[in-house]
Nanobody, 128 residues
Framework: QVQLVESGGGLVQAGGSLRLSCAAS????????MGWFRQVPGKEREFVAA????????YYGDSVKGRFTISRDNAENTVYLQMNSLKPEDTAVYYC?????????????????????WGQGTQVTVSS
């Protein structure tokens, strides 16, 4: 099973940028479709972005489209989430997730159950 460790979270002012990283170990990331989710206390974990194993297709939740970019470097076994134009409502714990094999056909969002491995999360706080 692949192990995932997120980093890059922190405190940033509204309008600023952060780049999250998700480093994988234990397995080659090139066999996994990857995703990012976020969660605030008391709410369901929300789909943010996903990327196919080849990096050729990316998918985004409506709330982050045009502001966030998911990418990957399979040689480095790392997935990234570039977050620009951050808003206070982006404040959450951000989780990296992996699915061995292909994600289902995209119909607007992915679900926690679509992924089998998770990192421990990294806190992102956006101040107004």
């Amino acid at each position: 099973q692949v192990q995932l460790v997120e980093s890059g979270g922190g405190l940033v002012q509204a309008g600023g940028s952060l780049r999250l990283s998700c480093a994988a170990s234990g397995r080659a990331l090139s066999s996994y479709d990857m995703g990012w989710f976020r969660q605030v206390p008391g709410k369901e974990r929300e789909f943010v972005a996903a990327i196919r194993a080849s990096g050729g297709n990316t998918y985004y939740g409506d709330s982050v489209k045009g502001r966030f970019t998911i990418s990957r470097d399979n040689a480095e076994n790392t997935v990234y989430l570039q977050m620009n134009s951050l808003k206070p409502e982006d404040t959450a714990v951000y989780y990296c997730a992996a699915r061995r094999g292909s994600l289902p056909f995209y119909t607007g969002r992915y679900y926690q159950s679509d992924f089998g491995s998770w990192g421990q999360g990294t806190q992102v706080t956006v101040s107004s």
